[in-house]
Structures are given as structure tokens and as C-alpha cells.
């Protein structure tokens, strides 16, 4: 058995059982060795940052990491923007590059690099194998390092000489540790907070978003009167009719400043201060009020779920109900496409049990209020703020949950710099039905020019800001791919379009023209 081998058997035996891969000449042993051992998927990506970012998609549904495959360190380079993504969303991934053999570096052949270096400030962890005895022990320890809370890019370097040499076989992975409990002491410390009377925010992120996270605390903020809100931006929300509805921090920095403008006390719950995504002239970073107190409940690689329990007994809350959502679907629009248009019309179509994918950006600020009491469903987010993780992500996502519709909220913009994605939904079957919002511009860098005070702004910068001249032709595109599409340019049209998306096996393409 080779170095490659005994890796793959790691994996499989440590739970890893999907490999997302753009392999090169350094990777063909861990390729070969793919084809011998049984219990692993292996997804191919024409560009690395959708197999990095596929992987993101497949952990956050599955609760459990995947592996990537990279090509050397240019292979790594362009799958940095989503493990940047993945790293702020604390997402478990096993994520392998290969390297030139360990002797041929000395000769500075044309593919070499520094890959640790580059990988360092995307991943938690980073490892370099030395040799093939060393192979398997090191993809153990990289799994048990991507599993440690609250999950972490772990990056595991292959020099090919420790492929394909002979190695010692399989190792065992080490023990992984739990999520840290929550002292007693900051327990009773949230609780004199919440007893006060005072005006206090309770904000969520991480697990506490999970259905038994959101009921605990929607039974603390019934209690206490404390309001619930949770991170502009998070991995996973369970949503919908028979959830604890929540609202987010909101995204622009006046609106986010006035909606907590009135609170004393912000117990964080796997959550960070409240800060702007920017930074803008005469605008605050901080969006708290100067004296807000900030109080960590549990951090991010604590028990988040066994905090909130702990101080519901603390506060007898158990005695309250939570304030779940009801079933209410709005009307399905007709008329002008719109963004409040498509924001109710999503909420009144969308399936049962669905996962939405949401990198809608401008166009999707309207979507989160009404489906809040949409059918249930799962919405994951884009937490790293690197654009082009959309399609990616829901290919991971539907492939890890494939008796679910998936739904991308996708921009156009975006979706340009991973739409090979398209291409592995279809290769792959996945159930995914893409809504794709053709505003023909990066229409959220028009506000932010005012934003950031850009004054005098002509032709050669607006032109920097427009995706049209020409036109793209996403239905064309998808179609080049292997997935069928139809462009909508009203919302009958639309609401036709949709539901036909959600209707058929596969993935489908809906674009839609604002």
C-alpha cells in the first residue's frame, strides 16, 4: 500500500466519505487510490474555488467534513476565496494539496510555491507530510482537527514521493474534543443581565440557529422580555412555519445602528460584537450603542445549545412557550419583476423542507421577512463575504441532502466567478433549482459608491460597476453546462418558471430579469 492509499483509507475509516476534487500530475496516486477504495464520492470541479466552496456546502448540511483534492499551489490560489468563506463560517473541511516530490522542489520547477505559507491564513490547521510512512497519521490528525469546535480548515500538503511511495497503512483517527461547557459562574452572570429589566439583545450564531438552539432561547426571550436577533450573516438558520422566527443584524450601517441603538446589554451566544461589514467616512465601526455592555454567554467553540439550556433552568423558562411561526404563505405576485416581488413569490412556492442557498446580495435584502413564515426550511449564508460561493455551496448542499430541494438565490454578478458549479449539479444529478437575478451590474457597488463618499463619479467608474455590453445569456450558459433554463421578464412568467424548477428532478435554471 502507497502513501495515497493509506490516506484514503484514513478518510473513509475517519468518516469522510465525499471527495470534491481538480486534480493535476502531483495528485494522479491519490487519484488511482480514489478508484481502490471503497466508501468514497468523488465529485469533480472545473474550477478549484467550486470544489473548495462544494465542500463548505457538503459540511454544513452533513455535520461532518469532506475532503478537497487541489492541484500544487496554484491549484490551491484559486480555491482561497472560499476556504476564506469556509474559515469564517467555521466549517469542518479535510483540504489536500498536492505538492512536487519532495526532492524535485530544490529545482524551482515552474509549478513550485510556497504552499504553506499560502494556506496558513485560510485554514486552522496546516501540515506538510514528510514522508509516506507519515501520510496516514497526518490525514488522521487533519481530521480530527477539522472536527475540533467549532470545525476548522483543516490543510493537509501531499509531496507526490509520499504518494507513491510505501507506507505503514492506515491510522486511527485521535479522540476529538467536545464543545467546552459553560461555567456555572457565566451562566448566573447572564442571568442577574436578563433579571435586570434592562434593554437586552440576546445574539445568536453557530448552532444556537438549529431548531433546539432558537427554542431555548425563544423561551429566555419570553421570560425576560430580552429580544432575539441573530449575526447579519451565519451558516445555517432553521426557518419557517414551527421555528422561533428571528431577525437578522441588518447589513447597512444606519439601519444596523438604529435597530440596536436601544440596548444596554448584548449577551453573545457564539456571536462577535456587532460590527460594519466596511468601513465608511463619518459612519461608526461599532453598531452598538457607545455604551452597550457586551457579555459572552459562550464562545463559538463552547456548547452553545447546553449554554442556552442551562440558562433557561437558571430562568425558569421552561415554563414559557416559544414564539414559533405559523404557516402563512403569501400570494404568488404577478406584474413587474421586482425585488419585493420575488421575495413573495419565493415564500409562497418554496417546498417544504428546502435548503436555500442565499447569495442574492442587493436583490435578496427583500427576501428574509417573508419567509419567515414560508414552510419550513434551512437558509444558509455567505459569512466570509468573498462572492462566487453561491452555486458552489448548493452543489455541496444537495449532494449531502439529496432528498431535498436545494435553491440558489443567486446573483449574476457572483455566479460569474464560480459557474462552472453548473456543470458538476448536472454532471452529478443534484436536485437544485437556481434562481438567478439578472440586474446586469454589481448593483451593490452603486450604493457603495455614495457609501464611501466617491464623489464625481463618470463613465469610466460606472463602467466598472456594469456587467451588460454585452448581455449575458444565462439561460445559454447553463445550457452549454447541461442544465435547462428559461428567462423570465415578468413575475406570471416567473411564477411559472419556478414552480416548474421545483418540480423537476435535477437541476434547472430560472432567470430571472430585473
Known sequence: MNGAESLVRTLVDGGVEVCFANPGTSEMHFVAALDRVDGMRCVLGLFEGV??????????????????????????????????????????MVNIVGDHASYHRAYDAPLTSDIETAAKPFSGWVRTSPDALSVAVDGAAAIAAARTPPGRVATLILPADTAWNESAGPAVVPPVPGRAVVSGDTIDHAARILRSGEPTLILLTGPALRER????????????????????FNARIERGAGRVPIDRVPYLVDLAVAALAGFRHVI?????????????????????APDA?????????????GALEALADALGAGRHAAPVAGLALPTPVTGTITPEALSLSIAALLPENAIVIDEAVSTGRAFFPPTRQARPHTWLQNM???????????????????????????????????????????RESLDVTIVLFANRSYAIL????????????????????DIGRPDLDWVSLARGMGVPGVRVTDMAAFNRAFAEGLATPGPYLVEAVL
Open 384 to 426: 466570509g463575504g468573498s462572492i462566487g460561493l453561491g452555486l458552489p455551496m448548493g452543489t455541496g448542499a444537495a449532494l449531502a441532502a439529496p432528498d431535498r430541494k436545494t435553491v440558489c438565490l443567486q446573483a449574476d454578478g457572483s455566479a460569474m466567478y464560480t459557474l462552472q458549479a453548473l456543470w458538476t449539479m448536472a
Open 51 to 92: 470544489v473548495t466552496g462544494a465542500a463548505d456546502g457538503y459540511a454544513r448540511m452533513a455535520d461532518k467534513p469532506a475532503a478537497t483534492l487541489l492541484h500544487l499551489g496554484p491549484g490551491l490560489a484559486n480555491g482561497l476565496a472560499n476556504l476564506h468563506n469556509a474559515v469564517k463560517s467555521s466549517t469542518p
Open 446 to 465: 452603486l450604493g457603495e459608491l455614495a457609501n464611501v463618499g466617491a464623489q464625481n463619479v463618470g463613465r469610466k467608474a460606472l463602467d466598472m460597476l
Open 213 to 232: 438552539g432558537l427554542e431555548l432561547a425563544g423561551r429566555i426571550a419570553t421570560a425576560t422580555g430580552a429580544r432575539l436577533m441573530a449575526q447579519t
Open 293 to 305: 455592555q457586551m457579555h459572552v454567554l459562550a464562545r463559538p467553540e463552547e456548547d452553545l445549545v
Open 268 to 288: 453573545l451566544v457564539g456571536s462577535k460584537q456587532p460590527v460594519a461589514f466596511f468601513a465608511y467616512p463619518d459612519k461608526p465601526s461599532v453598531l452598538t
